[in-house]
């Protein structure tokens, strides 16, 4: 059964750097999201694209943070300039129409130091 | 905006026991709804949905859940547990207008043998 697959699976870094997320959607989906799980609270949506662009966004997704879907095949999420805020465990999902359940990747967590 | 809520933390039941997770959701319009489940160091995994039509919907491994637009709920059950179902649970919910899902908290459940 096809899956969403998610590199690396935890990353650490130092406040101020550069980080990106790397996420493979299902190969015939179309429509993809990222979303955010702080330790202890729900998981929050940050972005979703289709057709290469943004279609939708979260009050969270703010000038520090970028998607791009760089080849035919991944996915991914730049956080500029991490904060230690930022730390959390990040899902990528995606689903081939936008009436479709989500199929989740099984995340990256990130830990800014 | 949309909203969902877990009410409980926990739910503990002994195994061969009908296991109910409650939720309930706030949306603006009419709402597609979701159950998803998460299992330790693994994503979210989709369990079933609700989308229109008839209000029980029945999904993998066993579980289903009715649709009461009147209660804005949407119940999780499952006639038998086993202890293999012991794992994180989570409602979602989306707007028809939108993209994202709002998750709720999430609900521990724990099957004892």
């Known amino acids: 059964e096809p899956e969403v697959t998610q590199t690396p699976s935890h990353q650490v870094t130092q406040m101020g750097q550069e980080v990106i997320l790397r996420c493979v959607p299902i190969?015939?989906?179309?429509?993809f999201y990222w979303y955010r799980q702080i330790l202890g609270q729900k998981v929050e949506f940050l972005v979703s694209?289709?057709?290469?662009?943004?279609?939708?966004k979260s009050e969270i997704f703010d000038d520090q943070f970028s998607v791009e879907r760089p080849d035919g095949s991944n996915f991914t999420l730049k956080i500029r300039s991490t904060k230690l805020e930022d730390s959390a465990m990040y899902f990528c999902?995606?689903?081939?129409?936008?009436?479709?359940?989500?199929?989740f990747g099984p995340g990256t967590r990130l830990t800014v130091t | 905006a949309q909203s969902v809520a877990q009410p409980e933390d926990q739910v503990n039941v002994a195994e061969g026991n009908p296991l109910t997770v409650k939720c309930t959701y706030s949306?603006?319009?009419?709402?597609?709804l979701f159950w998803y489940v998460q299992y330790p160091n693994r994503g979210l995994q989709f369990l079933l949905k609700?989308?229109?039509?008839?209000?029980l919907v029945k999904g993998s491994y066993g579980f289903e859940a009715e649709f009461n637009k009147s209660q804005t709920s949407f119940h999780l059950k499952k006639p038998s547990a086993l202890v293999s179902d012991s794992a994180l649970y989570f409602c979602?919910?989306?707007?028809?207008?939108?993209?994202?899902?709002?998750f709720g908290a999430g609900t521990t459940v724990t099957v004892r043998a």
């Open positions: 999902a995606s689903t081939p129409g936008a009436k479709n359940e989500q199929y």
């Open positions: 190969s015939n989906h179309l429509y």
């Open positions: 694209f289709y057709n290469n662009e943004i279609s939708e």
């Open positions: 949306v603006s319009g009419n709402p597609y």
């Open positions: 609700y989308i229109t039509g008839d209000n």
């Open positions: 979602a919910v989306r707007d028809r207008g939108d993209y994202k899902l709002s």
